[in-house]
């Protein structure tokens, strides 16, 4: 297994100019993929996609995926070898404000990819990447594994495991037998990273407050999420993606299958943990200057998530690359060099990319591997 696999190979990805879709371009894109992405436009602004101007490097949509037959026309056109499916409304906050585009786009989006699968007729491995929330979350300690029971208390949550439905539907209904597709999908969540502009997310909002030289405001300091770098989901995708494309088993114990990726143990930090973190890196010395808490939720946040890996660690030999402070370390290194050193952020980030694959390569992960 190696990530030298892509060289050269016809790879999709939907969700192109997303924060995790524009990680995935460019890390693609450096080990010589051709990349073909659809994103329904540029979701922020500033833009990772725009300042690492990835456009020019890349076959660029900008259409809803959902126009079902302009997608049949570019997957038929394009022809890849692989489909990575990020294209998603991927905010807890918006999924309130506006539930039916969050329900279309994640679940009659990803429907709209899995039913061009079905007319697709050459050779391809599709990763359909949903999230954590996906499952019915009772806030118990240890991690939900990829058979306990799906759902969600809010919009975002409920469109992501019926993401998932959909897509088992389908490959009981029309993908079970079709030998030119395999298909997994991916569960991770709680990804930070640089380049991240979304809003009502803890990182952004940092860094927008301190920008502005005024505390962020946190509502829910106590609460614990699995914080990885973006760059550890993303390399779980890849190794799902290699792997399946290489599998010769029958009964296959990848194909159809889901798969979680999720951080060590140890990196279950709470809220304000990760903002102390954070402000030190940036040099705020008083705490009270890096945050302020207020008493108001305006919506429900789970207190407590957490992934059991251990069906990707067995079968992709997959595992979490970075340590607590050196994904800390990748997430503020980025910022400072964006906003206060004014650097190149095309030959930054891919510095961030090559210096992960070399943690990786020296700690023996399966897919950093020549």
Same mark, same amino acid.
């Given at each position: 297994?190696?990530?030298?696999?892509?060289?050269?190979?016809?790879?999709?990805?939907?969700?192109? +100019?997303?924060?995790?879709? +524009?990680?995935?371009?460019?890390?693609?894109?450096?080990?010589?993929?051709?990349? %073909?992405?659809?994103?329904?436009?540029?979701?922020?602004?500033?833009?990772?996609?725009?300042?690492?101007?990835?456009?020019?490097?890349?076959?660029?949509?900008?259409?809803?995926?959902?126009?079902?037959?302009?997608?049949?026309?570019?997957?038929? +056109?394009?022809?890849?070898?692989?489909?990575?499916?990020? $294209?998603?409304?991927?905010?807890?906050?918006?999924?309130?404000?506006?539930?039916?585009?969050?329900?279309?786009? #994640?679940?009659?989006?990803?429907?709209?990819?899995?039913?061009?699968?079905?007319?697709?007729?050459?050779?391809?491995?599709?990763?359909?990447?949903?999230?954590?929330?996906?499952?019915?979350?009772?806030? =118990?300690?240890?991690?939900?594994?990829?058979?306990?029971?799906?759902?969600?208390?809010? &919009?975002?949550?409920?469109?992501?495991?019926?993401?998932?439905?959909?897509?088992?539907?389908?490959?009981?209904?029309?993908?079970?037998?079709?030998? #030119?597709?395999?298909?997994?999908?991916?569960?991770?969540?709680?990804?930070?990273?640089?380049?991240? =502009?979304?809003?009502?997310?803890?990182?952004?909002? %940092?860094?927008?407050? =301190?920008?502005?030289?005024?505390?962020?405001?946190?509502?829910?300091?106590? $609460?614990?999420?699995?914080?990885?770098?973006?760059?550890?989901?993303?390399?779980?995708?890849?190794?799902?993606?290699?792997?399946?494309?290489?599998?010769?088993?029958?009964?296959?114990?990848?194909?159809?299958?889901?798969?979680?990726?999720?951080?060590?143990?140890?990196?279950?930090? +709470?809220?304000?943990?990760?903002?102390?973190?954070?402000?030190?890196?940036?040099?705020?010395?008083?705490?009270?200057?890096?945050?302020? &808490?207020?008493?108001?939720?305006?919506?429900?946040?789970?207190?407590?998530?957490?992934?059991?890996?251990?069906?990707?660690?067995?079968?992709?030999?997959?595992?979490?690359?970075?340590?607590?402070?050196? %994904?800390?370390?990748?997430?503020?290194? =980025?910022?400072?060099?964006?906003?206060?050193?004014?650097?190149?952020?095309?030959?930054?980030?891919?510095?961030?990319?090559?210096?992960?694959?070399?943690?990786?390569?020296?700690? $023996?992960? $399966?897919?950093?591997?020549?």
């Amino acid at each position: 297994m190696s990530i030298e696999v892509f060289s050269g190979k016809r790879v999709l990805i939907t969700g192109h +100019t997303g924060f995790k879709g +524009t990680w995935l371009t460019a890390w693609l894109h450096s080990v010589g993929a051709k990349i %073909c992405g659809i994103s329904k436009d540029i979701p922020t602004s500033p833009s990772m996609f725009g300042i690492l101007n990835l456009e020019k490097d890349i076959e660029h949509h900008l259409f809803d995926i959902c126009e079902s037959e302009r997608l049949n026309e570019v997957v038929r +056109t394009f022809n890849p070898d692989f489909i990575f499916h990020l $294209a998603a409304q991927a905010l807890v906050s918006v999924s309130y404000e506006d539930p039916i585009d969050t329900i279309k786009t #994640n679940v009659l989006g990803t429907a709209s990819i899995l039913q061009c699968l079905t007319e697709f007729q050459g050779n391809c491995t599709a990763i359909i990447i949903t999230s954590d929330k996906c499952y019915e979350n009772v806030e =118990w300690e240890w991690g939900y594994k990829e058979t306990d029971r799906l759902g969600g208390k809010d &919009i975002y949550s409920g469109s992501k495991g019926a993401a998932e439905i959909i897509l088992h539907a389908y490959i009981e209904s029309f993908l079970k037998n079709k030998t #030119n597709i395999k298909i997994a999908s991916a569960r991770a969540g709680n990804v930070i990273g640089g380049g991240d =502009w979304a809003k009502d997310r803890i990182v952004p909002d %940092c860094i927008k407050s =301190w920008l502005n030289n005024v505390p962020v405001t946190i509502r829910c300091p106590d $609460a614990t999420r699995p914080w990885q770098h973006v760059l550890e989901p993303l390399s779980g995708y890849l190794a799902l993606a290699i792997a399946l494309s290489e599998d010769t088993q029958s009964p296959s114990k990848l194909n159809h299958q889901a798969f979680n990726f999720g951080p060590k143990n140890e990196q279950n930090k +709470t809220v304000l943990e990760l903002i102390s973190e954070l402000a030190n890196r940036w040099g705020i010395e008083d705490q009270s200057d890096a945050f302020s &808490i207020v008493d108001r939720t305006p919506f429900h946040e789970a207190g407590l998530l957490k992934l059991n890996c251990d069906k990707a660690m067995f079968h992709l030999s997959w595992q979490p690359n970075l340590e607590y402070e050196e %994904c800390i370390d990748f997430v503020s290194d =980025w910022y400072v060099e964006h906003y206060q050193k004014e650097s190149n952020m095309r030959d930054f980030t891919l510095l961030q990319i090559m210096r992960y694959q070399e943690y990786a390569n020296k700690r $023996a992960i $399966a897919w950093a591997q020549k």
